[in-house]
């Protein structure tokens, strides 16, 4: 972990929420998601000041909206299934526009889209804040299993490492007059998955070998020793417990 690494989610910046330490970041985010899924469906308005809560984020992080929006369609598979609830659902019907939904159905989309976008968004303005790095370091210094932050970072690298061994593979195949286009050349295809599969084993043995060679025992040297002053920590709470009162008053008026 201790070489940068950067992804299409992250937007580099100097803002108060980019400089927070990633442990303080990660720990509100997912504060922020257990207090909104606890939240009763029926508190409309709290979903609302949840969301205006996540826009004065992302206005301090200077995320633009588009970027955030855009982003957000990564959802869309829950959106298309939160849909389909009114008209599958049993229970009670209601007519909306001339169509017969089920009661309890509405009820569950409206639950699956509020708290699913909520979370969605939390979760984008935290990689649009944070280095691939970085979350990493935050998560052992969260103490997560140290096998998981390493099956995480090998993840992460080795899907570049893939991404842009297919990219060469397809510019070779273009180079030499191949176009997939129908049924005869998904053998080709098939061949070309093969050879990906067994180059990127090869490229991991090596790998290993080299890191066995430099005294790697199993566990990975934590080089950057992130740390959080009771100030940072007070400012990374301030959204979780903010909309733990928004949870606990929607308790109390339904």
């Known amino acids: 972990m201790g070489a940068g690494h950067a992804h299409t989610l992250y937007r580099a910046g ?3 929420v ?3 330490p990633p442990h303080c970041k990660i720990a509100a985010v997912f504060c922020f998601v257990l207090v909104v899924v606890a939240t009763p469906r029926e508190a ?3 979903f609302g000041l949840y969301a205006v809560l996540l826009a004065v984020v992302a206005a301090t992080a200077r995320i633009p909206a588009g970027f955030l ?3 957000l369609l990564i959802e869309i598979p829950f959106v298309a299934f939160a849909v389909l609830m009114p008209f599958v659902a049993e229970g009670a019907r209601v007519e909306v526009l001339g169509l017969s939904l089920s009661q309890s159905g509405l009820w569950g989309a ?3 889209l509020a708290k699913g976008t909520l979370g969605v968004a ?3 303005i935290l990689a649009s804040t944070t280095e691939l790095r970085a979350l ?3 998560l052992q210094r969260l103490r997560m299993p140290p096998l998981l932050v390493q099956i995480a970072s090998f993840m992460i690298r080795y899907g570049d490492v893939i991404t842009d061994e297919m990219r060469r593979m397809r510019i070779a195949r273009r180079s030499r007059g191949f176009e997939a286009r129908g049924v005869r050349q998904w053998g080709v295809l098939a061949k070309s998955a093969g050879a990906l599969f067994i180059r990127s084993y090869e490229r991991g043995e090596r790998v290993h070998l080299a890191m066995l060679s430099r005294g790697y025992t199993g566990t990975m040297p934590v080089i950057d020793e992130a740390t959080a002053s009771r100030a940072q920590w007070t400012y990374a709470a301030a959204l979780p417990l903010t909309a733990l009162a928004v949870c606990l008053t929607g308790w109390m008026l339904t």
């Open 69 to 71: 929006l855009k982003r």
């Open 122 to 124: 939390a979760s984008v």
């Open 136 to 138: 990493l370091l935050g």
């Open 44 to 46: 409309l308005w709290a």
């Open 110 to 112: 409206w639950n699956i």
């Open 18 to 20: 980019h400089t927070l």
């Open 14 to 16: 100097s803002s108060p």
